[in-house]
């Protein structure tokens, strides 16, 4: 690299400004809604009440279970069971 | 601060389900999904946050299966790209227009400047911590002398030489001339 003035170099830093922290956030904790929603769907997969309580009422049956209600984890959950 | 892993390696770990492997990545390069989507392809905020949660969510599918791991930044500015576009194009389509007509004209021209920022923000990792926080503050996030000095305990009035000792650090270090010596941003 060359030709680096202060100024062209003032404007490359000034480039690549922070995005926003919630996004940067939510980003890093895809692999634990990963984690999450692949245990979700295996239990829904082998237990047919549960299935059933998550198609009738997602956000409800995850509260009741304990699940921690990530917004990503729900809406693909919601995807794949097409619940209410 | 980052570390020093290069992207294979840190590909490696992400892929060995290191989390905190995948944090850094993220970290490392969401300035720039986030830049190309808008300053390059100019999107509203809703719009580039989609972009930027499907980017790194198609990055951690598919990071199995990079061919080559050194490879992630321009795979990154790819799916980037590709995904602004779609969304430019769903803005439009109670007009529907060609991409030439989507696209911002200078869209590449200001990616490639984009490249040679991150190229920059790596080199800045070459410089003491204290350069590189009120280089950041400064130029990134556009903070005043005054939260600068304040976030620092720095004295409001020292902070314009600091930053210009940082930028001759950082001048020094892209062009090849950098001497071992004190901590020029710290003192």
């Known amino acids: ?84 | 601060m980052a570390s020093a892993l290069s992207d294979t390696e840190l590909v490696g770990r992400c892929r060995s389900g290191d989390q905190q492997a995948w944090a850094e990545l993220v970290e490392r390069y969401s300035r720039y999904v986030y830049a190309i989507s808008v300053t390059a392809f100019r999107l509203p905020q809703h719009d580039a946050e989609d972009v930027f949660q499907e980017v790194f969510a198609r990055a951690y599918q598919h990071l199995a299966r990079l061919r080559d791991d050194a490879a992630l930044r321009p795979w990154l500015a790819q799916v980037t790209r590709r995904l602004c576009i779609d969304k430019l194009r769903a803005s439009s389509r109670e007009q529907p227009a060609a991409d030439e007509d989507l696209v911002p004209a200078d869209a590449e021209d200001t990616v490639s400047m984009l490249d040679e920022a991150l190229a920059v923000r790596e080199a800045m990792a070459g410089t003491p911590e204290r350069c590189q926080e009120i280089l950041d503050r400064f130029f990134a996030r556009d903070e005043s002398y005054r939260t600068i000095g304040e976030a620092l305990d720095l004295p409001p009035g020292t902070i314009g030489s600091r930053i210009s000792r940082c930028l001759k650090r950082m001048r020094e270090l892209l062009e090849g001339r950098n001497e071992p010596g004190p901590a020029s941003g710290s003192g």
Do not use: C, H
């Open chain 1, 1 to 84: 690299m060359s030709n680096y003035d202060e100024e062209r170099l003032a404007r490359l830093i000034g480039a690549l400004p922070p995005a926003p922290e919630a996004w940067v956030r939510a980003a890093q904790e895809l692999p634990i809604a990963r984690t999450q929603l692949d245990e979700i769907v295996a239990r829904a997969e082998a237990d047919v009440a549960f299935r059933e309580r998550l198609i009738a009422d997602l956000e409800e049956a995850l509260e009741l279970e304990g699940y921690e209600r990530d917004p990503a984890v729900v809406e693909a959950l919601r995807i794949r069971f097409k619940s209410k």
